[in-house]
């Protein structure tokens, strides 16, 4: 079993910059996955960043490639979502996600954390 918070969600400016981390609970965190989704009013959750287990390998969906970044630190069991270039259309719910699949489908992850809302004005 995973749990896993978010903070660090908020306002921003168009253009700015927001930071926002994932804590898990668990040492099996190091074992999974670690994804970042978000969620828009009306529209499907959809994984915007992940990054493999050994912190090898990381995926950013085009609409975020060169803007976010994903990080995390296994010894501490903590992930990172670095967000600039901040626009209106990013505004959502972002939730960090671990699972054993290496996978953009949010379906298959298997822990959640409860989210953090995340608001762009133009």
């Known amino acids: 079993q995973v749990q896993l918070v978010e903070t660090g969600g908020g306002l921003a400016q168009t253009g700015g910059s927001l930071r926002l981390s994932c804590a898990a609970s668990?040492?099996?965190?190091?074992?999974?996955?670690l994804a970042w989704a978000r969620q828009a009013p009306g529209k499907e959750r959809e994984i915007v960043a992940l990054?493999?287990?050994?912190?090898?390998?990381?995926y950013y969906a085009d609409s975020v490639k060169g803007r976010f970044n994903i990080s995390r630190d296994n010894a501490k069991g903590t992930g990172t979502l670095q967000m600039h270039s901040l626009e209106p259309e990013d505004t959502a719910v972002y939730y960090c996600?671990?699972?054993?699949?290496?996978?953009?489908?949010?379906?298959?992850?298997?822990?959640w954390g409860q989210g953090t809302q995340v608001t762009v004005s133009s």
């Open positions: 668990a040492r099996t965190f190091v074992n999974h996955n």
């Open positions: 990054i493999h287990w050994s912190g090898t390998t990381t």
């Open positions: 996600a671990a699972g054993r699949a290496y996978s953009t489908r949010y379906s298959d992850y298997t822990y």
